[in-house]
């Protein structure tokens, strides 16, 4: 199909939005994107792009080779909670290279491809809904403002207010996991940058350098059953940190002594949608598929579904025929990842002896662990 002078308008200008709206730019659609936020900003904190996420930022051309503002990973090192311990070292996958980035780093690379490329980027623009007609789609601000587009995608998040619109209301789950996201100055240092996984019974931490190694990256996770915020987010106090993982020693415990400014995550979840598209409408990354952060793969998959929903307009001859081949392409690889993340948080957070038993497979099969999830790193839905 020949998208040409098509118009999409991309609800949420996050990192699945944002890719969307460049992918269906450069294949020649008019794009508008339509953000809540009165700036586009991260908080503090990284990411890991591994290799079927760097290959649609390649395509793109968003990064080059050398990808720049991100740093390259060699590997995992996975490590007991007490003393920090090395259990294992998990090289990086033979797919191809991982990246740690910070996300506004991302974010802002993402929004400058796209601007250049010519998307029109709104924002302080809510969505409040959108209704579908025969031949378009309604959108409706919450400044009473209506759009009209040819196809609508909604990439506007875990708690997406568009998506009840394909899937009916169904109330986010609290999934008793909190993430504590915070990043830490570090000096300079010669060694090669890996992530670290340190596990203990309930709770794990990862981090991993950042911009040339001159900050660390630090998302510590525990089970925790009282929530009782309405927000997901919220700033969190240092000192409750560290007495919430008072335990966790070695380089992790040092790390989390030199915290000053942290933010909480409590982590809710909605299963992968039963229905992504009704033929003007379709939801992209988290909105469809949000998922617990233990594969490190939610904004990876948001990338690919980017890709292939550009594609899907390449291949079909119209909108309704686009949206469904996404929607049948997308949905089951995202069923996969979502629950190889789901099994990740029972195996991080084991106690006793089976916390013992697993180390003692892990010290084992660390090395060849990466291989196990070849399935995801080395998909590349741009060839
Ligand atoms: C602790 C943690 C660590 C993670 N680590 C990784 C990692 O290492 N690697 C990885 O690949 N993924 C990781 N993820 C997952 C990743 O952050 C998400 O999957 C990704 O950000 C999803 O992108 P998105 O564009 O779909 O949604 P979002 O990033 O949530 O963006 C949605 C956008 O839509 C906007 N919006 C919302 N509602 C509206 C509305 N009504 N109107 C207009 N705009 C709206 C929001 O303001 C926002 O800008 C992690 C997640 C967590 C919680």
Known sequence: MNIKDLNFCVIGGGIGGLAAA??????????????????????????????????VLRALGVVGDVPARGQISYGTILRDYRAGRIISRVPPPEAGETYYYHRADLLGLLH????????DIRLNAQVATVNKHPSEAE???????????????????????IRPILNGTETPVFTH??????????TQTSEKPCASLTMGPGRHVVTYP???????????????????????RRRGDPEDLRARFADFGGPVGEILARVDEAHLWALFLRPVAQSWQNGRLALLGDAAHPTLPFMAQGACLALEDA???????????????ALAAYEAARR????????????????????????????????????????????????????
């Open 139 to 161: 959108i409706v601000l919450r400044s009473g403002e209506c759009l009209r587009t040819e196809c609508a995608i909604a990439a506007d998040g875990g708690r997406s207010a």
């Open 177 to 186: 996991q909190i993430a504590w996201r915070a990043t830490v100055p570090v």
């Open 112 to 119: 400058d491809a796209a601007r250049q490329a010519g998307v």
């Open 210 to 232: 950042l911009r040339e190694q001159s900050l660390m990256n630090v998302v510590a996770i525990e089970e925790r059953s009282d929530w009782t915020e309405e927000g997901w």
């Open 307 to 321: 890709w292939v929903l550009q594609r899907a307009f390449a291949e079909q001859s119209g909108i309704g025929s």
């Open 22 to 55: 460049l992918a269906l730019r450069q294949a020649g659609g008019k794009v508008t994107v339509l953000e809540q936020a009165a700036e586009l900003t991260e908080v503090g904190a990284g990411l890991q792009i591994s290799a079927n996420g760097m290959c």
């Open 332 to 383: 089951p690889r995202a069923v996969q990842v979502v629950a190889a993340a789901g099994a990740n948080a029972r195996k991080f957070h084991l106690r006793g002896p089976m916390r013992l038993a697993a180390q003692g497979v892990l010290s084992v099969v660390g090395p060849r662990l990466a291989r196990k999830y070849d399935w995801i790193y080395d998909f590349d839905p741009t060839v």
